[in-house]
């Protein structure tokens, strides 16, 4: 399996500011993934970032509070942008597995956001 | 919309005990549901998949049926230990590459 890494591991943020979080994985993929996890819920995804085109959002996610980057195969960022107490969650990415069957998908090890 | 249903919310078994996990999914054209463990600060963690040309699939300890009519699929774990305790999740993927999931277990397994 992929080896996934994300930046900063967490954070605490003042309500109104941004924050980036970086992902980072040893091999090339096609698929990148953001999932939100608010504390003691399941996970929710937020969008799939495609490289080289715009990142396709789910239901409830925009990309002015939630811009994405996907500049090559290996890497990703999610922004959550003017934050409020309520994006305290834990953001995760995923890579759908480039070495074995296609759907596996992998997970980093979060990034834990506190918004005072 | 899609929903994957789990339950239970929490198991607390003995040492050596078997646990069980059941989810249902509503997308009848799904076809790879995935089990993820959670532990405390951690990601989640691909423990076991199965996808539906087949109606079991174990490894080791676990175990994973799958039954398309009902639209449901289960986790076994056998022989529980300590180190099992964990958060597990199961997925069901819709559209062909998003994965949606259920509500998880918070399962606990006393020495």
């Known amino acids: 399996s992929a080896v996934i890494s994300q930046k900063p591991s967490r954070d605490i943020c003042q309500r109104g500011t941004s924050l980036t979080i970086q992902c980072q994985v040893d091999?090339?993929?096609?698929?990148m993934f953001w999932y939100r996890q608010q504390p003691g819920q399941s996970l929710t995804l937020i969008a799939t970032?495609?490289?080289?085109?715009?990142?396709?959002?789910e239901s409830g996610f925009v990309i002015d509070k939630f811009p994405i980057s996907r500049p090559n195969l290996t890497f990703s960022t999610l922004t959550v942008s003017n934050m409020s107490p309520e994006d305290s969650s834990i953001y995760l990415c995923?890579?759908?597995?480039?070495?074995?069957?296609?759907?596996?998908?992998?997970f980093g090890p979060g990034t834990r956001l506190t918004v005072l | 919309g899609e929903n994957v249903e789990q339950h239970p919310s929490t198991l607390s078994v003995q040492e050596g005990d078997s646990a069980v996990i059941k989810c249902t999914y509503s997308?009848?054209?799904?076809?790879?549901f995935p089990w993820y463990k959670q532990e405390l600060g951690k990601g989640p963690q691909l423990i076991i998949d199965?996808?539906?040309?087949?109606g079991e699939k174990k490894d080791q300890r676990i175990a994973v049926t799958l039954n398309k009519t009902a639209k449901h699929f289960s986790l076994h774990i056998t022989e529980t230990q300590p180190e099992d305790s964990a958060v597990y999740f199961c997925?069901?993927?819709?559209?062909?590459?998003?994965?949606?999931f259920g509500t998880g277990t918070r399962l606990q397994v006393f020495p």
């Open positions: 995923s890579v759908e597995g480039s070495a074995g069957e296609v759907d596996e998908q992998f």
């Open positions: 091999s090339q993929v096609t698929m």
């Open positions: 970032a495609n490289q080289g085109s715009e990142a396709t959002y």
């Open positions: 997308d009848s054209a799904s076809n790879y």
């Open positions: 199965i996808r539906s040309n087949v």
């Open positions: 997925a069901a993927i819709y559209n062909t590459d998003k994965l949606i």
